[in-house]
């Protein structure tokens, strides 16, 4: 596999956000959003096999591991990843920009998907595979980066049209006002959780965080 980086931090998005987590960044993405902040990782990465991932993700001595990239599903040999991080009795998150068939991520209780929804305001909202969101379970995620409130009402119109069974997440684009999306949520009534990006809140964009 490429992998771009391996590093030991807190989860910094979603419902999982504070734990120690593991990351695996693997190189290359399919799409390319506006404000996308891991432009590095579409081209820059080394070959790893399997075996020598696992051994790096166990030196960091977490039990937490996220997948994520660029873009996981990108490389065939992610689900084998999964699978052996799984079997190693790790819980594991796969972050994926939601362009790409999950048929083939294996179910497991030690793993959490964590699905995008590109919105508008990321240039990449047509690439979308919406029958993804009908193979996330109820400890899953559904996550939308909100710009602007042309972004809001497309995330809430997902929402409200595909009634996903996991808790669907709107975090702001670095620098949005979070305050402005909480009122949107709490007038809308809408049944959505929303949460910052808290590394960046700690480290702004420094790489490896």
């Known amino acids: 596999m490429k992998v771009c980086e391996i ?6 998005e979603g419902v999982t956000m504070g734990q120690p987590t593991v990351f695996v960044r693997l190189s290359g993405c399919n799409l390319a959003c506006r404000w996308c902040d891991t432009v590095y990782a579409r081209e820059e990465g080394k070959a790893m096999s399997l075996g020598e991932i696992l051994t790096e993700v166990g030196a960091h001595g977490c039990k937490n591991v996220c997948v994520t990239g660029g873009e996981p599903m990108c490389q065939a040999e ?7 991080l799984l079997d190693s009795g790790y819980f594991v998150t ?7 068939s999950l048929e083939k991520i294996t179910c497991s209780e030690n793993l959490m998907i964590s699905m995008d929804i590109k919105c508008p305001g990321s240039g990449q909202a047509d690439s979308m595979d919406m029958s993804n969101i009908e193979l996330l379970g109820p400890t899953d995620q559904l996550k939308f980066i909100i710009s602007d409130r042309k972004d809001y009402e497309y995330a809430r119109g997902i929402i409200n049209e595909h009634s996903p069974v996991c808790v669907p997440v709107m975090t702001p684009v670095w620098g949005f006002d979070i305050a402005q999306i909480i009122k949107w949520v709490l007038k809308d009534k809408l049944d959505a959780r929303v949460m910052p990006q808290l590394h960046k809140l700690i480290w702004g964009n420094e790489r490896g965080r």
């Open 94 to 100: 796969l972050e994926t920009n939601g362009s790409m």
């Open 78 to 84: 992610t689900v084998g990843l999964i699978d052996l």
């Open 7 to 12: 590093f030991r931090s807190i989860q910094g």
